[in-house]
């Protein structure tokens, strides 16, 4: 199983960007794709995540309205659309798949990408 993420890169605020998942080596479309991101120094958190089948959409407080979550099962390919962007949302973003709803824990999730870095500079 491959989960690897791109899009990330370095903006300013107020910017938009859309970061792309693709998934291999699974059934993509029996999979909740889930979004998390890490910025230094502080613990993983959720950021939005898609059910597998009805396309349930769940966000964190902090990205809601902002952030959009979105999956295209016939291109194995799951995206993050970030507008409005703030430095506080630099971190490290993660993709994972995992069974079940659109959950936000972790440990809900099997499968992970090796991450991709976004910066939001003031």
């Known amino acids: 199983v491959r989960v690897v993420e791109s899009g990330g890169g370095q903006v300013q605020a107020g910017d938009s960007l859309r970061l792309s998942c693709a998934a291999s080596?699974?059934?993509?479309?029996?999979?909740?794709v889930g979004w998390f991101r890490q910025a230094q120094g502080k613990e993983r958190e959720f950021v939005a995540a898609i059910s597998p089948a009805l396309g349930n959409q769940a966000y964190s407080n902090s990205v809601k309205g902002r952030f959009t979550v979105a999956r295209d099962n016939a291109m194995n390919r799951g995206d993050l659309q970030m507008s409005s962007l703030k430095p506080d949302d630099t971190a490290i973003y993660y993709c994972?798949?995992?069974?079940?709803?659109?959950?936000?824990?972790?440990?809900?999730?099997?499968?992970w990408g090796q991450g991709t870095q976004v910066t939001v500079s003031s």
């Open positions: 080596g699974v059934t993509f479309g029996l999979y909740s």
């Open positions: 994972a798949l995992g069974h079940g709803p659109e959950n936000s824990r972790e440990r809900d999730y099997q499968y």
